[in-house]
């Protein structure tokens, strides 16, 4: 029994000469699977439906997170009055639209389609209808010549002259941008512009009537986070129907109908119709605000350099009337930002808080588009130069199905260690070596992954401005990558704890050191 008690008050006496030595492993324990498991009961339950940008669970998401930081102490940011940074995204609806030939009203979805997303408030009238081919002019390929088109409206095919070595289709028989129904319509459009036309008329070979879907898609948009993209260098259209074709460009509509399917050259054919066309169209954008969520804690003698520790706190909402509750996506990164925050706090209250500040931000629209960590890095509030490094995880729960190493169960997926700072792996391997001992693995960095890892988290919206950045990950791909099996019950919480346990390391180094992280290496190339 003596020696029992011998060794335990060893064990102690050693606990707390090491806790005095290495500070951090006192407030690491805090960064528990118990502690982690609280949080995420919440984060990822069914009343938090799912997470979705712009949705009531979104916000029942930020309140909570909101309601963390206060409660540790953590400063809200004073620009933003209060914890939340606003952000807007929209979503487009139809409000008028209306379209004639020859004094005769087309019907919605029966004659014509005007899609809101790629239309605008406008409206345009002319008595002249030229046939344009396909729409395209190219080094290889016009359809405008011999055609003046000012002030008129053209008509034309979606999709291009294909023949191997010739036109448009390369050797390998893949297709051009023309064919493409995003860049190559809009291009298209933007060449009618510069010719003068008015408005255009387009038929999908393909497609001789809307099925409901495409209607009820061309009506309203998905929400999408604003750029500045030029819009009034095109010009408004109607995707119209094959008998509405027939009825305006006559008996011709069918040889000419025959010659795009065997994806022939248009530009010989010339046709011309004196026919009165008129078209209006209004929409209204409805701005719904969606919110990153920061807290600060404020450093001591490098109080004007920052350490971020992000995660994205949004998911995929409900589908088909199922909730997905994204546990591990990234439910799990959401609620190690927030426990780090709770050690991070506790040092500081104690006297051991970080030399530079620490800025623990949760950002939404990462799901569709990485939008709010793109706001942020557009907008920031802290100096990007000032900005030492930023910590990601997005996604350290689980187990990678497709991993056959013998390490299975004792890993992390490190990213961007090979980027932007020569020192991002040092200091990483060092705080690991000394405490979790996890195997890093650094497969994503691959320059040629093939998923683009790199690209696919909000880590990159800080790269992209030169800030080094590490992004931790349990490559779980596939299993329950965004399907509505991604339980809380799948967590595999004492390798959660250890990874969490080593992004807090690793950030109390970043966060302590003398020197910020050097930017000693090129941005990298690509984008997402």
Do not use: C
Not at 177 to 183: K, N, R, Y
């Amino acid at each position: 029994m003596r020696r029992i008690l011998s060794f335990t008050l060893f064990i102690f006496i050693q606990s707390i000469v090491a806790a005095q030595i290495n500070p951090a492993a006192t407030y690491a324990s805090l960064v528990s699977a118990t502690e982690l498991k609280k949080h995420l009961s919440v984060i990822a339950s069914d009343s938090m439906e799912g997470r979705e940008t712009g949705t009531a669970g979104q916000r029942k998401a930020a309140a909570y997170i909101e309601k963390h930081f206060k409660s540790i102490g953590l400063q809200q940011v004073p620009s933003l009055n209060g914890y939340q940074q606003f952000f807007p995204i929209k979503q487009d609806s139809i409000q008028q639209v209306s379209f004639s030939a020859a004094n005769e009203e087309a019907v919605w979805g029966i004659d014509f389609i005007s899609p809101v997303s790629t239309n605008e408030s406008a409206l345009f009238r002319s008595n002249d209808l030229v046939f344009v081919g396909y729409g395209i002019e190219d080094d290889l390929y016009s359809d405008y010549e011999n055609h003046d088109v000012k002030g008129k409206v053209v008509v034309f095919f979606k999709g291009e002259p294909q023949k191997k070595g010739k036109y448009f289709i390369s050797s390998d028989g893949s297709a051009s941008i023309w064919s493409d129904g995003g860049t190559g319509l809009i291009t298209k459009l933007e060449i009618a512009k510069s010719k003068g036309a008015v408005g255009a008329l387009i038929i999908d070979p393909y497609q001789p009537n809307f099925n409901s879907q495409t209607i009820k898609r061309s009506k309203k948009t998905s929400l999408y986070y604003p750029t500045a993209i030029d819009e009034s260098n095109r010009i408004n259209f109607v995707y119209i129907t094959h008998e509405y074709a027939m009825k305006i460009i006559g008996a011709d509509f069918e040889l000419i109908l025959s010659v795009v399917k065997r994806k022939e050259l248009l530009n010989s054919i010339s046709l011309y119709k004196n026919i009165a066309i008129a078209y209006s169209y209004k929409k209204y954008a409805e701005v719904i605000n969606a919110s990153n969520v920061i807290g600060v804690i404020v450093g001591s003698d490098k109080k004007d350099e920052y350490v971020f520790l992000t995660a994205h706190y949004d998911h995929l909402g409900i589908q088909n009337g199922v909730i997905y509750n994204g546990a591990d996506d990234d439910g799990s990164g959401t609620v190690t930002v927030l426990q780090m925050a709770t050690a991070f706090a506790k040092a500081k209250k104690e006297g051991n808080g970080p030399r530079r500040t620490i800025v623990f931000m949760t950002v939404s629209g990462e799901e569709k588009g990485l939008w709010g960590s793109e706001y942020y890095s557009d907008n920031p509030i802290f100096p990007l130069e000032k900005t030492s490094v930023d910590l990601n995880t997005d996604m350290i729960g689980r187990i990678d199905t497709e991993r056959k190493t013998a390490d299975s169960l004792n890993y992390v997926y490190v990213v961007g260690h090979d980027k932007i700072s020569s020192e991002l792996p040092l200091i990483n391997e060092a705080a690991n070596k000394k405490t979790t001992k996890l195997v890093l693995d650094y497969k994503f960095d691959d320059p040629k992954d093939p998923n683009r890892i790199y690209y696919r988290s909000d880590h990159y919206n800080f790269a992209r401005k030169g800030i080094p950045v590490l992004f931790f990950y349990d490559g779980m791909l596939l299993a329950d990558y965004h399907q509505p099996t991604d339980d809380i019950e799948r967590i595999n919480w004492p390798l959660f704890e250890k990874r969490a346990q080593l992004i807090f390391y690793t950030a109390w180094e970043m966060a302590n050191r003398n020197e910020m992280l050097k930017r000693d290496k090129p941005l990298p190339k690509g984008s997402r």
